[in-house]
């Protein structure tokens, strides 16, 4: 092997195993810490600084990281919830969008709702600098747009009052006792008729990417692995009773999208 391929894969190595601790330090690095820290567990105790420090918000808020993250399939996940959105009954109705999310799904999904007739969107997020950080991506649509600092696992919105709930990879960084209130609270506030979008991870087909995701998951988000069995949203929601559940898988069952319609 010649000296520059040898150094080419030194290099490569080198950051991956760089970006690797990156993530590691401020995801689940950064809680094992935090668990160790004496006082109280606060609401955000959970949330990793990537989602609330505005410097790594903005750092990492990449688009190509974004799709690479989730293996190329960006795109079509939030393709799917943007033409469910297109082809419901919108018009003079509140659209939620519970969590803020990297990448452009807030732009899309704000645009499809307000092509759609939504009288608001709203823009639900526990974390202050979530808010700031959407709200600059959402400049083209001010005036139908509204950002709340808000819990999603203890809402203070009425009940059934949006037509729309968008939650994008949001479950698999709750606690475990905290992903099904917050697939509660979604029920609470959509009006009868209403549709949540789910976008999440899932138990891949093949092996090989579940070994992949398996590891991934315990090295830097060990609350997503519950996803797979014991807090399968979709089991989540049929046991919680009043839905009629559609679930779509993408790239060989490693991610779904989980349209529900509350009856």
Not at 208 to 216: E, G, H, N, Q
Not at 237 to 243: A, F, H, R, T
Request: charged residues 20%; proline residues 4%; glycine residues 8%.
């Amino acid at each position: 092997m010649s000296t520059w391929m040898v150094n080419g894969l030194l290099t490569a190595l080198f950051l991956a195993a760089s970006t690797g601790l990156f993530f590691f330090v401020v995801t689940r690095g950064a809680l094992l810490v935090r668990g160790l820290s004496p006082g109280e567990a606060s609401e955000k105790s959970h949330v990793y600084p990537i989602y609330s420090n505005m410097r790594l918000i903005k750092l990492v808020d990449f688009q190509p990281v974004i799709s690479a993250i989730l293996l190329f399939q960006y795109n079509r996940l939030v393709l799917k919830i943007v033409q469910g959105l297109g082809q419901s009954d919108l018009k003079g109705k509140n659209v939620l969008v519970t969590s803020c999310a990297f990448g452009n799904v807030l732009p899309r999904v704000v645009d499809a709702a307000v092509q759609g007739g939504a009288a608001r969107v709203v823009i639900a997020d526990l974390i202050h600098n979530e808010l700031v950080h959407a709200k600059s991506k959402l400049g083209d649509f001010s005036g139908k747009v509204d950002f709340i600092e808000d819990d999603a696992t203890a809402m203070k919105r009425p009940e059934n009052d949006v037509a729309a709930n968008v939650m994008f990879f949001l479950l698999h960084e709750l606690p475990h006792d905290l992903k099904a209130q917050a697939l509660s609270e979604a029920g609470r506030m959509l009006a009868p008729g209403g549709k949540l979008y789910l976008a999440e991870f899932h138990r891949p087909e093949l092996w090989v990417l579940r070994a992949l995701s398996w590891s991934y998951f315990k090295v830097f988000e060990p609350l997503g692995l519950a996803l797979w069995d014991t807090h399968d949203p979709l089991d989540c929601l049929e046991k919680m009773g009043g839905w009629s559940c559609e679930r779509s898988t993408y790239f060989f069952g490693n991610f779904q999208i989980i349209t529900a319609t509350k009856q």
